[in-house]
Structures are given as C-alpha cells and as structure tokens.
C-alpha cells in the first residue's frame, strides 16, 4: 500500500475501532492490537486529526490522549548527599528553590480550552495516557471551568483524603493510591472508589498558546490558585546554602507524614526560576532541575505470631496479624493488616515465619513479604511500646482460615478475595450499622460507647430500636446523665423526619455513598417507588441513570433486600420524605467561593452549591458571585469586600436552601 492510502488507512481503522470501544463496548481487537495500529499512524503522520480527536465523551480509559507536554519522570534520590548533590549541580541556575510535598496518588492532566474543562487524561507512558474526562468531572476540586479564559494544561495528583479510606475503603483496598487509579479509569460506577471521593492537587502548568508572563514556578503555582485550582502546598528556600534548610524540611516532614491528610511518599524539589530551568536542561532521562527525593523505606522484619479474624461493617472478616513488637517510623507495631484471605494465600505466610512490615503515612502497617520459618534470635531484643522486653515465644503452625464469623458465629461466604459474613443480624456489623447511621445523621450524642452498652443489655438490637428508647432506659446506663439522656432523646427525635436519600446514605450499605444514594433517590422519588423497583427486580432500570453501573445497581438492590423488614419496621415509625427530582438549581450559572473555618467539611458545603446548580471556585475574582465566609476567613474575605461582593456567612448559605421554592433537600447530609 502506498504511504497516502496505508495512513487514510490506519486513520479509519483507528477511528473504527475506538467507536466500538467506547460506543458500542464491543472491542474487535485486542488493546496490543490497536496500540499497534496507533502507533504505526503516529509515525507515519503524527499531525493526524484522527489522533488529536477528541470523543463525546468516551468512558475512561478507553481512549488514548497524546499528551502535547510529556509528563516526564524526575531524578530520584533518598538521602542528605542527593539534595546537597542536587543543589550542587543546579546552583549556577540560582539559589531559589521550592519545594512540595510527594503526594501518592494518581497523575492526572487536565486540559482546559478557553478557560473550559476539555479533557483530562491520566500519566500513562508519559508520552500518552488515557482519556479520563467523565471521572475526572466527579473529582471534588476540578474546576469545570477556570476563573480566567485560557488555554493550559494542568498537572497534578489526585490523591484520596486518608480519612475518607479509613472511613470508606479500609475493607476493601490495602492503599488509597490503588484507589486513586481505579476510581479514575473505571467504568460508571463500576469500580471500588468513588471518583468524587477524590482531591486533585496541582504541581504544575503549560500553556499552548502564549503563557503569562511570569519568572517563577512558585508564581505560576499562585496563578493557579488564582484560576480555581488548588496546588499542593509549596515552600521556598532561598539562604544561602538552600541545601540544608531543603534537609530540615525532609525531617519536619518526616514527622508531620503519619498526620497528614494524604499519602506522601517525600519531597518534590525543584528550581523555581524558569529560566534557570531551561538553562539546566534535560539529560537523557530526566530534567537537571527537579529532584523527586523519597523517604527511606519504612521497612523492618518481624515474626508473625497469630492472626485475629475481625468482621467489619461491610461484613468482610480480615485477618490481623500479631507480631513480634518492631520499631518501624517511630513508632512500636504489634498488629499489622493481613488484608484479606487473598492475601494471606498469595504471601503463603505461617505463624512463625520471618516477615517484611511496611508502613506508610498514617495507614495500618501491613506484611508485604514472608522469609520463611523464624529463628529464636528473630525475637530476641524486642520491647514493647512502654519499654517492658517482649517475652512471647515462637510457635509455628498454619494460618486457619474461619468458617464461621468471628462475631456472630454463621457461616462466611468467599467473594473474590474476601471472607464475608452476609447475616445481616451478626454482632459486628449492627453495632458498626447503628454507629454509622447515628453518625451518618450527626447524631453527636451517641457515640460507639453508648451504643455498646445498648446492645450489650439487649435494649436495642435494630436501628428502628433506637427510635423505642425512652429516658430511663437511657438514664440508668453507666455513665449516662439525665442531660446526656435528655441529649440523646433529642437528637433522635430530630431524624424522625428524613428525606430518601439520606435514609439510603445512612442505612450504610455497601458502595452507596452520599452521592450515589442522592442520585438513585432522584431517580426514584420515593421510598414507595424504590421498593416497587427491588421487588421488580428489573436493573436495567437503575443502569439508565448516569454514574450506576450493573455492578452497582446489583449490589444496591440486595442490599435493599437484604434489610426489607429493617426498611419497613422503620418507615413505620419514622417518616421518609420524597426526594424532589433532580436539583432545582436555586444557584443556576451562579458562582462561589468558600473560606475561613466552617462547621461542615468544605467538600460537603461545595457539593451541595453544586447540587443547586452553582459553582465552585477556589479564589476571588470579580466575576465571582457569592464569597461564602466561615470564621477568620482572611485575604479571600479583604478581596471580596473590595469588589463590593455578595458575602454569606454559612447560615445564610443554609438559609437559601430551607426557602419553599426548593423543597426537601438533601444538601447537607453528606458525612466525608
Ligand atoms: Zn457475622
């Protein structure tokens, strides 16, 4: 085939194939295949429209995206000698450096065009990654659209807030970073993690056309922040041996890491200047300019001494492991997380063998790697967290693997890798269920104590239950005051009345967060409906609806099946609201801005405005609508008062929603 004709060729052939992909999900060539096609067409033509096109809006990951700027790999280094090194070989391009924390996420380009969100795609090969643009919308902090109309590329991580994993995910996932990844490439709904439980945070922007005029990184990071984006925190160093302050700010970080609100992994570094930059240049691998360094591995061994099976709300049995005391970050281990029995199999770990432990960030130190049978010098020298010597001794035998659950006694199912108590009545998971719907309903007055004590004494043993509790019952429980119980009492009382979609958020059901239960509440209405639906058991009807997928919708109604007579004793006794369809949009093309310390999480507060149809913005302009103040709200509050802008405090935010035009709501009830 001649060259003309061999391209027209490949174009249409790659056109052909990605319809079916992403269109039709019916895939007649195998990825290699097509990646093949691919790339014989970007070499023979690489202006090419047919691989510059951008779809509809393709399901993620199907769709590769040619990134106009490579996101490139930076040099590595782990120790004090690497910055010195580093700045050594840099600093005839300045003494200024900045530097931001490595956050352990998913890397993510976003692409705006005049100002508008056009694609995002994920890091891939770093010459070309994946077509993202559908999840990327659902992340919390992407801007739909950029406070200023320009053309640029964004680049960042998204990263999971640790303690939404350790809320959501710890079941079900070893880290949030393999979350990160799978909530951006899944299909709707289909995947593990929600997208929108999701944060982006910036590192990084090129433009296409022409570019501000700016000298430093560090400005073009305030740019951003000035367009609605929010970078990952960034600091300068610029004495005159930058070299040590960069060394004292790896160890500073290296004690805030375990209470961080992300994962990081060390310390981005790189010369702010940009001119400097381009001076420095590349080598074959890696800019001259930039420095990934890392934190040493938080890595040691141990012997395993035992595994404890625990039964967690979702009703996945985990094995813990005990293990010999080990110093590792700091601080004394004596449990790790196993994971799952999937886990468990895959390292072929007994009790007594020799083990790797990692642990990273503020997340359960976890067995990564097995030696094989332990030595009685493995557990010598060993102490406890308040110093007394660790006297246990070695045992060796094989982990057993229970059939019944560890709370409840009834037989487990095996799902995939999981261990899984489906007995909706079991221990465990209703003292886990009414803990999450009182918390779920910001019941403050009762906690997981209370809560105990009821179950314990047998008073309560449903969650309709609770709403029988009368005041002595309450009263006459060890340490409960006639005020507490008074509190409590209240507290209840004021759930009595519940809109649908946050009676499906507080049922705690596997996999439906705030946003999927509001969504399937709008779709349904009513609880009367949503019932006809499970009873039907059509889930054709549920997968119409954008962002369920079959999995979802599958899950979502045995899950419902699963607490029928839970559903119908308490919409006996409590009254469940309808759900207005879809947001009425009181906020229509208005846009907001939030700031200082509020009573909600930021997240809940801006996805309710979005909810209304408004927008959220991450700095003040002009242009902006509405600056909602919290306490000590500071330069963003001077701003707006300059520009003459319409300032809300949170109340009267809260105010706008409670107006008759908008109904029942469920604005506010989200728990992240
Ligand atoms: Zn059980």
């Known amino acids: ?9 490949l174009a249409d052939a790659v056109r052909y194939h990605r319809e079916l992909y992403y269109n039709h999900a019916a895939p007649e060539v195998s990825d290699a295949e097509f990646d093949a096609l691919w790339d014989e067409l970007k070499e023979l033509d690489p202006s090419n429209d047919v691989l510059h096109e951008v779809g509809p809006e393709p399901l993620p990951g199907t769709v590769k995206v040619e990134h106009m700027f490579p996101m490139r790999s930076l040099d590595k280094g782990v ?18 450096y900045l530097g931001q924390p490595k956050l352990d996420g998913s890397a993510l380009s976003l692409e705006y065009v005049s100002g508008n969100l056009h694609r995002a795609a994920t890091r891939g090969s770093g010459e070309r990654g994946e077509d993202v643009t559908l999840n990327a919308k659902l992340v919390a902090n992407v801007p739909l659209r ?68 700016m000298q430093n990184d560090s400005e073009l990071l305030s740019w951003l922040q000035d367009a609605g984006i929010e970078p990952a925190p960034w600091t300068i160093f610029e004495s005159e041996e930058p070299q040590k302050e960069m060394i004292e700010f790896t160890q500073e970080w290296g004690t805030k890491r375990a209470s961080y609100k992300f994962e990081i992994d060390g310390i981005v570094f790189k010369l702010d200047n940009l001119s400097q930059r381009e001076n420095l240049g590349m080598t074959a691998h890696h800019p001259r300019w930039a420095l990934a360094w890392k934190f040493p591995s938080q890595e040691a061994f141990s012997v395993l001494l035992g595994v404890d099976w625990q039964t967690g709300r979702t009703g996945a049995v985990t094995p813990v492991a005990r293990i010999a005391p080990q110093m590792v970050g700091g601080v004394t281990v004596e449990n790790v997380t196993l994971h799952n029995v999937g886990e468990v199999q895959r390292l072929g770990v007994k009790i007594g063998d020799r083990v790797t432990i990692t642990r990273r960030g503020d997340v359960i130190p976890k067995i990564i790697d097995n030696h094989g049978p332990a030595s009685e010098e493995d557990l010598q020298n060993r102490f406890h967290a308040d110093g ?73 043993e449903t969650i309709a239950d609770l709403y029988r509790l009368n005041h002595t019952q309450i009263s006459n429980l060890e340490r409960m005051g006639d005020k507490s119980a008074y509190n409590a009492l209240d507290e209840l009382a004021k759930t009595r009345t519940l809109n649908l979609a946050r009676f499906l958020h507080a049922l705690g059901m596997e996999r439906i967060g705030p946003e999927v239960a509001t969504t399937i509440s709008q779709h349904f209405t009513s609880l009367e409906n949503l019932l006809r639906w499970t009873d039907e058991g059509l889930d054709e009807e549920l997968t119409i609806i954008d962002g369920i997928g079959e999995k979802v919708a599958a899950i979502f109604r045995e899950g419902i099946n699963k607490r029928r007579s839970l559903i119908d004793e308490l919409s006996s006794i409590i009254s469940v609201t309808n759900e207005s369809e879809a947001s009425s949009g009181i906020f229509d093309g208005k846009s907001f801005c939030i700031t200082g310390s509020l009573s909600r999480p930021r997240k809940e507060i801006a996805l309710a405005i979005k909810n209304a149809g408004g927008k959220v913005v991450g700095s003040v302009s002009n242009n902006l609508d509405v600056l909602v103040a919290g306490q000590k709200a500071g330069s963003k509050l001077a701003k707006a008062e300059s520009f003459g802008l319409e300032i809300w405090s949170e109340d009267e935010l809260f105010g706008k929603f409670a107006e008759p035009k908008s109904g029942p709501k469920t604005l506010f009830d989200y728990d992240q």
């Open 1 to 9: 085939m001649a060259g003309a004709e061999r391209i027209q060729h």
């Open 79 to 96: 120790s004090d000698e690497d910055i010195i090194h580093f700045v050594t070989q840099s600093t005839f391009g300045g003494n200024r």
């Open 146 to 213: 950029l406070n200023v109309a320009v053309d640029c590329h964004v680049r960042g991580e998204v990263v999971m807030p640790l303690a939404t994993f350790d809320e959501k995910y710890r079941d079900i996932s070893p880290n949030p970073r393999n979350l990160c990844s799978g909530a951006l490439r899944q299909k709707h709904g289909d995947g593990k993690a929600d997208a929108s439980d999701l944060i982006f945070q910036a590192y990084d922007v090129k433009f296409p056309k022409e570019s501000p005029d």
């Open 388 to 460: 007394t010597a660790f006297t246990g001794e070695l045992l060796v035998s094989k982990i057993e693997i229970p059939n019944a659950c560890p709370a409840c006694g009834r037989e487990l199912n095996m799902e995939g890798a999981f261990l899984r108590c489906i007995a909706l009545e079991c221990d465990a998971r209703t003292a886990r269920s009414l803990t999450y719907w009182c918390r779920t309903l910001e019941m403050d007055g009762i906690g997981e104590k209370l809560i105990e004590a009821l179950l314990e004494r047998g008073i309560v």
